[in-house]
């Protein structure tokens, strides 16, 4: 029996089809906050328990009888919180007998315990306390954070206005990370591991040229000088200081295929497919 946690939300729901479509059908069970906002999931015929963070209790129940477990992180921002929601999970595995626990943590957090990282490296900490038979797996930023439909704007107008000094990202798409996640839960040479995905490393440059590419009308990047608002300037501070330029072949390694190229990414997520194109489409399970 394979239990994803936290599986109603976006990247749960796509392990979860993952899974289906590996022939996992009727092994599935998502453990979720609220059961009544996954009735679609146990309509495909996956097991739908009650599993609150917030109550260790029903993570013993939800976690019952489970060979692997999938420890989604909890969105929670406060990081004190977000350590004891992880732990209670981790404690809850543990009491429920669970066979092996795979954790999505964040790219440094087995170095760096502030920030972003703080909750996850103190969650990986626990993991390795506890005895249970585990796999790490450190996600970078999603792509979909920079690349998205709000970017037809930028098409329209031929011009993509870019905060980021030209640097280079190692997001990955959500799909590709589900995959691997799927992959790590149905396969048996991942235990122990601790992997640090990255996808492919792009930079806006390239981007305006696969959107130009991809929606059939001529893109050009330009430098914007003033920060943006909110988490997006934020997030633009980091490329521009080089903290998401770290490349590895563990993505690759697992999926068994090259990560979704950035022109793929950008038809799949602006929904502008080029007719006739092999890459107009995210690659998945048996594509390359």
């Given at each position: 029996m394979i239990v994803v946690s936290a599986a109603s939300g976006a990247f749960g729901r796509l392990v979860v089809d993952r899974?289906?479509?590996?022939?996992?059908?009727?092994?599935?069970?998502?453990?979720?906050?609220?059961?009544?906002?996954a009735v679609d999931l146990a309509a495909r015929g996956v097991t739908v328990r009650h599993g609150d963070y917030d109550d260790p209790a029903t993570l013993r129940t939800a976690f019952a009888g489970a060979d692997r477990l999938l420890l989604i992180s909890s969105p929670e921002l406060d990081t004190a919180r977000r350590t004891a929601q992880h732990?209670?999970?981790?404690?809850?595995a543990r009491a429920a007998g669970v066979g092996s626990l795979v954790y999505t943590s964040f790219l440094g957090a087995d170095t760096r315990a502030e920030?972003?990282?703080?909750?996850?490296?103190?969650?990986?900490?626990?993991?390795?306390?506890?005895?249970?038979?585990?796999?790490?797996?450190?996600?970078p930023f999603y792509t979909e954070a920079f690349v998205h439909p709000g970017l037809r704007d930028a098409v329209a107008a031929g011009e993509l206005a870019d905060g980021t000094a030209g640097r280079g990202l190692n997001?990955?798409?959500?799909?590709?990370?589900?995959?691997?996640?799927?992959?790590?839960?149905?396969?048996?040479?991942?235990?122990?591991?601790?992997?640090?995905?990255?996808?492919?490393?792009w930079d806006h440059h390239e981007l305006?040229?696969?959107?130009?590419?991809?929606?059939?009308?001529?893109?050009v990047r330009r430098n914007r000088a003033d920060r943006a608002p909110g988490a997006r300037?934020?997030?633009?501070?980091?490329v521009r200081a080089g903290a998401l330029e770290r490349q590895t072949d563990d993505l690759r390694h697992v999926l068994g295929r090259p990560?979704?190229?950035?022109?793929?990414a950008v038809a799949a997520l602006l929904g502008h497919p080029r007719p006739g194109?092999?890459?107009a489409r995210p690659a998945g399970p048996g594509t390359s």
């Open positions: 899974l289906l479509e590996g022939g996992a059908a009727g092994r599935v069970v998502a453990a979720v906050r609220r059961p009544e906002k732990r209670a999970a981790v404690d809850a920030g972003l990282t703080a909750a996850h490296h103190a969650t990986e900490r626990a993991l390795a306390a506890s005895g249970l038979p585990h796999t790490v797996l450190r996600h997001t990955a798409l959500r799909g590709d990370l589900a995959e691997a996640a799927a992959r790590v839960l149905t396969e048996d040479a991942h235990l122990g591991r601790a992997y640090d995905f990255t996808g492919n490393l305006a040229e696969a959107l130009s590419r991809v929606c059939g009308r001529p893109v300037g934020w997030l633009e501070e980091q990560p979704t190229s950035l022109d793929a194109s092999p890459d």
